[in-house]
Antibody
């Protein structure tokens, strides 16, 4: 069974930085595109970023491009999201999610973690 | 960016009812459409992918249809565990985008 466990969330001031991690188990990690999504309190889902199995290709939403960096450590089955220059509108529950192999060119998500909460406030 | 519009934003239904939720894309997305179910305090769960393919383990009362710009999620006979929020997502192009969600409540 695939398990995804996010960590690293917390309270940060506007302009600050935070690095999220997602520990994956129950899968051959480097076979899968992985992604970060978020959900602001009481709002809908928003895709944030994705990364190919090798880490050679990355994708970003316009709202985070240039501020957030996705990366992965395939040796340790870890996915990361480095978030810099955080804004109040980045406040959300951040989910790590897995893309099934058949969707590696058109991403949808068949396994999700439980999320880690990021709050940006002074 | 491709805009995804769901309707209705909420509905009330009874156990046993047939429920239909629609999702419209702002441009042709062929069949690159998925549906998710989300319960309060829980992560989303994939129900349908490629517009009409049922994810493994999902009950057959859930079905999806459509292509191009107009899509439908149907629950043939609503069960107590189906009261949740349902969201569509296009995977035709990045940025990937979601509909605003449809909350299915108890009548």
């Amino acid at each position: 069974e695939v398990q995804l466990l996010e960590s690293g969330g917390g309270l940060v001031q506007p302009g600050g930085s935070l690095k999220l991690s997602c520990a994956a188990s129950g899968l051959t990690f480097d076979n899968y595109v992985m992604s970060w999504l978020r959900q602001a309190p009481g709002k809908g889902l928003e895709w944030v970023s994705a990364i190919s199995g090798t880490g050679g290709a990355t994708y970003y939403a316009d709202s985070v491009r240039g501020r957030f960096t996705i990366s992965r450590d395939n040796s340790n089955n870890l996915l990361y999201l480095q978030m810099n220059t955080l804004r109040a509108e980045d406040t959300a529950l951040y989910y790590c999610a897995k893309v099934p192999p058949e969707a590696r060119f058109a991403f949808y998500f068949d396994s999700w973690g439980q999320g880690t909460l990021v709050a940006v406030s002074s | 960016d491709i805009q995804m519009t769901q309707s209705p934003s909420s509905l009330s239904a009874s156990v046993g009812d047939r429920v239909t939720i629609t999702c419209r894309a702002s441009q042709n997305i062929k069949s690159y459409l998925s549906w998710y179910q989300q319960k309060p305090g829980k992560a989303p769960k994939l129900l349908i992918y490629a517009a009409s393919s049922l994810q493994s383990g999902v009950p057959s009362r859930f079905s999806g249809s459509g292509s191009g710009t107009d899509f439908t999620l149907t629950i043939s006979s609503l069960q107590p565990e189906d009261f949740a929020t349902y969201s569509c997502q296009q995977s035709y192009s990045t940025p990937l985008t979601f509909g605003g969600g449809t909350k299915v409540g108890i009548k």
